[in-house]
């Protein structure tokens, strides 16, 4: 055996040595079972959540509870004048949830609303809207079908161009349009 391994070898056993000697509370092979600051915490209360992650479109693993909290669902059916003999499962199944400054935000889909859409803030016709115009030369109206139902702006046709007409909707602070979303309270 050459040199250099030998030495190698006496470093080795002299480390482990030095590690069987220490007690239990200087070298632990356990992990923390209490969570540090770092760790995610979870969440079943869609409200408490917010409050700890502040924004979120989507919510994510840390949120644990039902994807559609019947707190929330309820909340929107208050906050868009539902009828009071609206079924509760009907919000449930067709809206959604997120967190914008700490608050639970909600969107029903309803007319075909675009919930998990960002506002398009484009003034640059589409080719929906091109091949509209093309076929409709001075139409007043751009359907939304032509335009993408998260356009901001109504549309029209001059002379077989698309031009836009007025804003008619705003995006809020995370880019969604603001007109869909309602601030949900957790009574």
């Known amino acids: 055996m050459n040199r250099s391994r030998i030495f190698q070898l ?3 056993l002299l480390i482990a040595a030095n590690l069987m000697s220490c007690s239990p509370t200087t070298v632990s092979l356990v992990p923390n079972p209490t969570p540090t600051a770092t760790q995610a915490a979870s969440f079943t209360d869609p409200f408490a959540y917010c409050a700890a992650v502040g924004a979120i479109d989507t919510p ?3 949120y644990t509870g039902p994807k559609m909290p019947d707190v929330v669902a309820k909340g929107l059916m208050k906050a868009t004048n539902a009828s009071a003999d609206a079924p509760l499962d009907l919000f449930v199944r067709n809206s959604f949830w997120r967190c914008m400054g700490g608050k639970v935000y909600a969107c029903t889909v309803g007319a075909n609303l675009p919930c998990e859409s960002k506002a398009d803030t484009s003034k640059t016709p ?9 076929s409709n030369p001075n139409s007043d109206f751009i359907p939304a079908v032509a335009t993408g139902r998260e356009t901001v702006y109504e549309w029209r046709c001059t002379n077989g161009t698309p031009a836009i007409v007025k804003q008619v909707f705003t995006p809020d602070a995370r880019g969604f349009i ?3 979303w309602y601030v949900i309270s957790p009574s």
Do not use: Y
């Not at 589409?126 to 093309?134: D, F, K, L, S």
């Open 10 to 12: 006496t470093l080795f």
């Open 60 to 62: 994510d693993a840390r």
């Open 178 to 180: 603001s007109n869909f």
């Open 126 to 134: 589409n080719e929906g809207m091109t091949t509209w115009c093309a």
